[in-house]
């Protein structure tokens, strides 16, 4: 095991874990459920959601890993523990609780106030990364998850919410012909647009060779470019 946390939220306890697998893959699971695509040798994070919250898995230039909450909740608390490379990962590195701490005193405002365009547009290629690996399942509710993550970037919408977005969604993958299961996706580039309302970024990527381009505003549904 390269890294695992206890995060307890909203009464609910989340064990996650990094591992490497047999080819050489680091996969991240909540409580034994994979639910991100693993890391390769050239890629460094993911965002994963816990409930209603979404957390930065980041691994750092050392090979440890971090564990880092976006945005706000004050009913939050992580007991965290790292393996380190020396010894063999075999010595344990406690990662400081202040995360919980600034997240509590500082509020909302504090990741976007903080945050570079070089922030928004990793975590703008990541949510488009997540939807990708989500539609790869399938067409119909395995790949629910990327129907709300494309719509509000949550993992839960309400009845009426839902709703809209599976419509919207089979709409917006029909336009590019994506309405099935596909091959291989690779990320390429994200470039921040200036002057919206909301942070926004154009995301390139290529599914099967063939190159596309969306428009990811924060927190909004996703459309092409």
């Given at each position: 095991m390269l890294a695992s946390w206890t995060i307890e939220l909203q009464g609910q306890t989340y064990e996650v874990t990094v591992t490497q697998m047999p080819n050489g893959k680091d996969v991240i699971r909540v409580n034994g459920r994979v639910v991100?695509?693993?890391?390769?040798?050239?890629?460094?994070?993911?965002?994963?959601?816990?409930?209603?919250?979404?957390?930065?898995v980041s691994r750092e230039a050392d090979g440890t890993y971090s564990l880092t909450p976006l945005g706000t909740?004050?009913?939050?608390?992580?007991?965290?523990?790292?393996?380190?490379?020396?010894?063999?990962?075999?010595?344990?590195?406690?990662?400081?609780?202040?995360?919980?701490?600034?997240?509590?005193?500082?509020?909302?405002?504090?990741?976007?106030?903080?945050?570079?365009?070089?922030?928004?547009?990793?975590?703008s290629s990541q949510r488009v990364d997540q939807i990708l690996t989500e539609m790869k399942q399938g067409t119909g509710p395995e790949a629910e998850l990327a129907v709300t993550l494309w719509a509000k970037n949550r993992r839960h919408l309400d009845r009426e919410e839902l709703a809209w977005a599976s419509d919207h969604f089979d709409q917006w993958r029909r336009?590019?012909?994506?309405?099935?299961?596909?091959?291989?996706?690779?990320?390429?580039?994200s470039d921040e647009v200036k002057g919206t309302e909301v942070p926004t970024s154009i995301v390139t990527f290529t599914i099967e060779g063939t190159q596309y381009k969306v428009r990811v505003p924060k927190d909004q549904p996703i459309s092409w470019e």
């Open positions: 991100a695509k693993p890391l390769d040798a050239s890629d460094f994070e993911r965002t994963i959601a816990l409930g209603h919250r979404h957390y930065n909740e004050v009913d939050v608390t992580i007991a965290a523990h790292e393996l380190t490379p020396s010894a063999s990962r075999e010595s344990l590195r406690i990662v400081p609780l202040m995360y919980a701490a600034v997240v509590i005193v500082l509020g909302g405002s504090l990741w976007w106030g903080i945050a570079s365009s070089t922030s928004y547009r990793k975590l336009e590019k012909g994506l309405y099935r299961i596909f091959g291989e996706h690779k990320m390429l580039d």
